[in-house]
C-alpha cells in the first residue's frame, strides 16, 4: 500500500483538529454506526474543555488505496518543540488558516519550522462560511508569510483548499456556494501534491523516536518514523545513544495507527509511523538500527526551557483537607514521570521539601499542575520566572515575538502598559476600528500581563506570542505586580459583617463562610502596599436596638481565580496553595508579625 505522511499546522483555534475528525470520517475509517465524538483527537479532559491540542498524535486514514499517516500538532507555542520534531517524520504539511483571521503568530511559527525542514505545503482555507470570511485577502496573507519566511519556488506554488470543517464541506473556489460535503479535495490534494516517503524498504534499519509516550504497562515507548528497512516484534536491535554509545535491546511490543486507535503490529517498514517499546529510558533523536550495522541519524533539537517555578510540598495550616497525595517523595515521583514523555520538561532538586521545575512556558507548566490537582496532589508552586543565560560572557534572557488585536479606544493604554515592560513597537497597523500591534517583549514582561490586557480592553483584546530568542537583559524590574494585597491576620470563617467592612478598602477573592488562616491573601488592596486585616471578626451583639441598624450586608461578588490568574497574579513572596478543591493565594512568611520584619529588612 503507498503512503503519504503529513502533518497538520496551524494557529491555535483555527480548527485543525476539527479537520481531522472530518477526514477520518469521510475516508470511511469508522463504521457507519461507530459512535465518535467532536474532536476526537483531543483525548484528555484538559484539551477537550479548553479545546486545544497539548500533545501530538498520530492516526491513519486509508483512502482510494493510500494509507495517510496524519500528526494532529500543538498550535500553541509552549509545545512547539513537538511541532519541530514532527517536522522531520513527515513529507508534507496541511496549513490550515482562519478565513477571518488570517495568518497569525502561531501560524508564521509553525509555518517556520515546516518550511525549514523543506515539506511540501497545503495551504486550506477553513471557516469559509463565517459571513466574516475574507479568503483572497488570506491567502495574499499567506503568501506573503511564506516569501518573508524564504520559502523557494516549489514551495510557493502551493494547493489552496476551502473548508468548512465544522459542517464537513470542501471544495476547490473560494465562493461558498461551491462547498459540497465530504473532504474529498483535500484528501485527492494530500494524494496528487505531498511526495511518497523517500524511503529504501531494503536498506538496514533506521528508526529514530521524535516523540514521547508513557504506559504503566510497557514503559517509555519511542514513537517515530521508519526512515529504512524493516522492523519486527522480538527482534535484537541496537540504539546508538545521544552521546554516541551503544546499547543493544529486545523490541518488546509494537504499535501502528489506525483511526482513532493505536494497534499492536508484528512487523513495520520504511515510510511507517510506528512506537516502540523494550529500551526503558529511549530518548528522542537516538537511532534504531541493525546489530553491527549502526548508522546513526542527525540528532533532532530539542526546545530549551524558558520558563522555571518550585514546585514545594505544601506548608499551610490547611495542608491534607482535601489532598491524598501530599509528600515530598510523591510529589517527585510524579514530576519524574512525566519527564517520561515530556522531553521539554526539566526536574532538579531544591531541598529536601521542594523541586525546580522548567518548561516551555506558563501554559506549559500550568497545566502540569492541573493535571496534578486532578489526581489527588497538594502543593504550593511559586511565581513563574524566567531562566537566565550566560551567552559569551553576557547575561541573556527571553524575548518574544507579541501580535495584539485592539480595538482602537485601548490602543494608548496597551501602548503604554507595554512600554513599562520594556516592550519595543516593531510596527503598528490600523484598519476598521482595529489595531494591529507587533511587539518584541522579554518574556518577563509578559508574566502577569494577560489578566492586566484583558482588563484594560474590557476583554475586547486579542494577544498572541511566541518565542523569539535570547537577547541582553533588559533593565528594570519587569512583571511584578503594581497593587499590594489584603492578607488575613487571624484564623477561623471569614464573615459578611468583616468581608462588608472591607469592601472599599480593595476587590475580595472570598466569600462569607470560607476557612481562612493567618498569611492567606483575600482581596487585592486599592494601594501599592500590603494591608493585614481582619476578615474572621463577628458584630458584636448587644440587646439594645437601634432603628436602621437591622439592614442586610449585600457583598460585591468575589473575583474568580483561575489558575492562571493566580500563577500571572502573584509576586515573588508569595506562593499559590493548590489542591484538588482549592486555590488559595498565600505569603511565603504567614506570621504577620515576622513578614513585617522581613519587609522592613528589604
Same mark, same amino acid.
Given at each position: 500500500?503507498?503512503?503519504?505522511?503529513?502533518?497538520?499546522?496551524?494557529?491555535?483555534?483555527?480548527?485543525?483538529?476539527?479537520?481531522?475528525?472530518?477526514?477520518?470520517?469521510?475516508?470511511?475509517?469508522?463504521?457507519?454506526?461507530?459512535?465518535?465524538?467532536?474532536?476526537?483527537?483531543?483525548?484528555?479532559?484538559?484539551?477537550?474543555?479548553?479545546?486545544?491540542?497539548?500533545?501530538?498524535?498520530?492516526?491513519?486514514?486509508?483512502?482510494?488505496?493510500?494509507?495517510?499517516?496524519?500528526?494532529?500538532?500543538?498550535?500553541?507555542? /509552549?509545545?512547539?518543540?513537538?511541532?519541530?520534531?514532527?517536522?522531520?517524520?513527515? @513529507?508534507?504539511?496541511?496549513?490550515?488558516?482562519?478565513?477571518?483571521?488570517?495568518?497569525?503568530?502561531?501560524?508564521?511559527?509553525?509555518?517556520?519550522?515546516?518550511?525549514?525542514?523543506?515539506?511540501?505545503?497545503?495551504?486550506?482555507?477553513?471557516?469559509?462560511?463565517?459571513?466574516?470570511?475574507?479568503?483572497?485577502?488570506?491567502? /495574499?496573507?499567506?503568501?506573503?508569510?511564506?516569501?518573508?519566511?524564504?520559502?523557494?519556488?516549489?514551495?510557493?506554488?502551493?494547493?489552496?483548499?476551502?473548508?468548512?470543517?465544522?459542517?464537513?464541506?470542501?471544495?476547490?473556489?473560494?465562493?461558498?456556494?461551491?462547498?459540497?460535503?465530504?473532504?474529498?479535495?483535500?484528501?485527492?490534494?494530500?494524494?496528487?501534491?505531498?511526495?511518497?516517503?523517500?524511503?529504501?524498504?531494503?536498506?538496514?534499519?533506521?528508526?529514530?523516536?521524535?516523540?514521547? @509516550?508513557?504506559?504503566?504497562?510497557?514503559?517509555?515507548?519511542?514513537?517515530?518514523?521508519?526512515?529504512?528497512?524493516?522492523?519486527?516484534?522480538?527482534?535484537?536491535?541496537?540504539?546508538?545513544?545521544?552521546?554516541?554509545?551503544?546499547?543493544?535491546?529486545?523490541?518488546?511490543?509494537?504499535?501502528?495507527?489506525?483511526?482513532?486507535?493505536?494497534?499492536?503490529?508484528?512487523?513495520?517498514?520504511?515510510?511507517?509511523?510506528?512506537?516502540?517499546?523494550?529500551?526503558? @529510558?529511549?530518548?528522542?533523536?537516538?537511532?534504531?538500527?541493525?546489530?553491527?550495522?549502526?548508522?546513526?541519524?542527525?540528532?533532532?533539537?530539542?526546545?530549551?526551557?524558558?520558563?522555571?517555578?518550585?514546585?514545594?510540598?505544601?506548608?499551610?495550616?490547611?495542608?491534607?483537607?482535601?489532598?491524598?497525595?501530599?509528600?515530598?517523595?510523591?510529589?517527585?515521583?510524579?514530576?519524574?514521570?512525566?519527564?517520561?514523555?515530556?522531553?521539554?520538561?526539566?526536574?532538579?532538586?531544591?531541598?529536601?521539601?521542594?523541586?525546580?521545575?522548567?518548561?516551555?512556558?506558563?501554559?506549559?507548566?500550568?497545566?502540569?499542575?492541573?493535571?496534578?490537582?486532578?489526581?489527588?496532589?497538594?502543593?504550593?508552586?511559586?511565581?513563574? %520566572?524566567?531562566?537566565? =543565560?550566560?551567552?559569551?560572557?553576557? =547575561?541573556?534572557?527571553?524575548?518574544?515575538?507579541?501580535?495584539?488585536?485592539?480595538?482602537?479606544?485601548?490602543?494608548?493604554?496597551?501602548?503604554?502598559?507595554?512600554?513599562?515592560?520594556?516592550?519595543?513597537? %516593531?510596527?503598528?497597523?490600523?484598519?476598521?476600528?482595529?489595531?494591529?500591534?507587533?511587539?518584541?517583549?522579554?518574556?518577563?514582561?509578559?508574566?502577569?500581563?494577560?489578566?492586566?490586557?484583558?482588563?484594560?480592553?474590557?476583554?475586547?483584546?486579542?494577544?498572541?506570542?511566541?518565542?523569539?530568542?535570547?537577547?541582553?537583559?533588559?533593565?528594570?524590574?519587569?512583571?511584578?505586580?503594581?497593587?499590594?494585597?489584603?492578607?488575613?491576620?487571624?484564623?477561623?470563617?471569614?464573615?459578611?459583617?468583616?468581608?462588608?467592612?472591607?469592601?472599599?478598602?480593595?476587590?475580595?477573592f472570598v466569600e462569607p463562610g470560607e476557612d481562612i488562616y493567618e498569611g492567606m491573601?483575600?482581596?487585592?488592596?486599592?494601594?501599592?502596599?500590603?494591608?493585614?486585616?481582619?476578615?474572621?471578626?463577628?458584630?458584636?451583639?448587644?440587646?439594645?436596638?437601634?432603628?436602621?441598624?437591622?439592614?442586610?450586608?449585600?457583598?460585591?461578588?468575589?473575583?474568580?481565580?483561575?489558575?492562571?490568574?493566580?500563577?500571572?497574579?502573584?509576586?515573588?513572596?508569595?506562593?499559590?496553595?493548590?489542591?484538588?478543591?482549592?486555590?488559595?493565594?498565600?505569603?511565603?512568611?504567614?506570621?504577620?508579625?515576622?513578614?513585617?520584619?522581613?519587609?522592613?529588612?528589604?
Amino acid at each position: 500500500m503507498k503512503k503519504r505522511n503529513i502533518a497538520i499546522i496551524a494557529h491555535v483555534d483555527h480548527g485543525k483538529t476539527t479537520l481531522v475528525d472530518q477526514l477520518l470520517k469521510y475516508s470511511g475509517t469508522f463504521r457507519e454506526n461507530e459512535e465518535v465524538e467532536v474532536r476526537a483527537m483531543d483525548s484528555n479532559d484538559i484539551e477537550r474543555e479548553r479545546g486545544i491540542t497539548i500533545l501530538a498524535k498520530p492516526t491513519a486514514i486509508d483512502y482510494n488505496g493510500y494509507r495517510i499517516n496524519i500528526l494532529d500538532t500543538p498550535g500553541h507555542a /509552549d509545545f512547539g518543540g513537538e511541532v519541530e520534531r514532527i517536522m522531520n517524520m513527515v @513529507d508534507g504539511v496541511l496549513l490550515v488558516v482562519d478565513a477571518y483571521e488570517g495568518t497569525m503568530p502561531q501560524t508564521r511559527f509553525v509555518l517556520k519550522k515546516a518550511l525549514e525542514a523543506g515539506v511540501t505545503p497545503i495551504v486550506v482555507v477553513n471557516k469559509i462560511d463565517k459571513p466574516t470570511a475574507r479568503p483572497s485577502e488570506v491567502i /495574499d496573507e499567506v503568501l506573503d508569510l511564506f516569501i518573508e519566511l524564504g520559502a523557494d519556488e516549489d514551495q510557493l506554488e502551493f494547493p489552496v483548499i476551502y473548508t468548512s470543517a465544522i459542517n464537513g464541506t470542501s471544495s476547490y473556489e473560494a465562493d461558498p456556494s461551491t462547498q459540497t460535503e465530504g473532504m474529498n479535495p483535500v484528501l485527492d490534494s494530500i494524494i496528487k501534491y505531498i511526495p511518497e516517503a523517500h524511503t529504501d524498504v531494503n536498506g538496514t534499519l533506521q528508526f529514530q523516536p521524535a516523540l514521547l @509516550d508513557y504506559n504503566d504497562f510497557v514503559g517509555r515507548i519511542g514513537v517515530g518514523v521508519v526512515r529504512r528497512g524493516k522492523i519486527k516484534t522480538n527482534e535484537m536491535v541496537s540504539c546508538v545513544r545521544l552521546d554516541g554509545s551503544i546499547k543493544q535491546f529486545r523490541i518488546a511490543k509494537m504499535f501502528g495507527y489506525i483511526g482513532l486507535k493505536r494497534v499492536e503490529i508484528n512487523e513495520a517498514e520504511a515510510g511507517d509511523i510506528i512506537a516502540i517499546s523494550g529500551l526503558p @529510558d529511549i530518548s528522542v533523536g537516538e537511532t534504531v538500527c541493525e546489530v553491527g550495522k549502526e548508522e546513526a541519524l542527525p540528532k533532532l533539537r530539542i526546545d530549551e526551557p524558558t520558563l522555571q517555578m518550585t514546585f514545594g510540598v505544601n506548608t499551610s495550616p490547611f495542608v491534607g483537607r482535601d489532598g491524598k497525595i501530599v509528600t515530598a517523595r510523591k510529589i517527585e515521583e510524579r514530576l519524574l514521570k512525566e519527564t517520561e514523555r515530556d522531553v521539554s520538561l526539566k526536574i532538579a532538586p531544591n531541598d529536601s521539601e521542594s523541586f525546580i521545575v522548567s518548561g516551555r512556558g506558563e501554559l506549559h507548566l500550568s497545566i502540569l499542575i492541573e493535571n496534578m490537582r486532578r489526581e489527588g496532589f497538594e502543593l504550593q508552586v511559586s511565581k513563574p %520566572e524566567v531562566i537566565i =543565560k550566560e551567552i559569551n560572557g553576557v =547575561k541573556c534572557e527571553p524575548y518574544e515575538d507579541v501580535q495584539i488585536d485592539v480595538p482602537d479606544e485601548y490602543v494608548g493604554n496597551v501602548i503604554e502598559a507595554l512600554g513599562n515592560r520594556e516592550g519595543k513597537m %516593531e510596527n503598528m497597523v490600523t484598519a476598521e476600528n482595529q489595531t494591529r500591534l507587533y511587539y518584541t517583549i522579554p518574556s518577563r514582561g509578559l508574566i502577569g500581563f494577560s489578566t492586566e490586557f484583558m482588563t484594560m480592553t474590557k476583554g475586547y483584546g486579542i494577544i498572541n506570542h511566541s518565542f523569539k530568542e535570547y537577547a541582553p537583559l533588559a533593565g528594570g524590574t519587569v512583571g511584578e505586580r503594581k497593587l499590594g494585597v489584603l492578607v488575613s491576620m487571624e484564623n477561623g470563617k471569614s464573615t459578611a459583617y468583616a468581608l462588608g467592612g472591607l469592601e472599599d478598602r480593595g476587590i475580595m477573592f472570598v466569600e462569607p463562610g470560607e476557612d481562612i488562616y493567618e498569611g492567606m491573601i483575600v482581596g487585592e488592596h486599592t494601594h501599592e502596599n500590603d494591608l493585614a486585616v481582619n476578615v474572621v471578626k463577628g458584630k458584636n451583639l448587644t440587646n439594645t436596638r437601634s432603628a436602621g441598624k437591622d439592614h442586610t450586608v449585600v457583598l460585591k461578588r468575589p473575583r474568580l481565580l483561575s489558575l492562571e490568574y493566580c500563577l500571572d497574579y502573584i509576586n515573588s513572596d508569595e506562593y499559590v496553595e493548590v489542591t484538588p478543591n482549592h486555590l488559595r493565594l498565600r505569603k511565603k512568611i504567614l506570621n504577620t508579625g515576622e513578614r513585617k520584619k522581613a519587609d522592613s529588612r528589604k
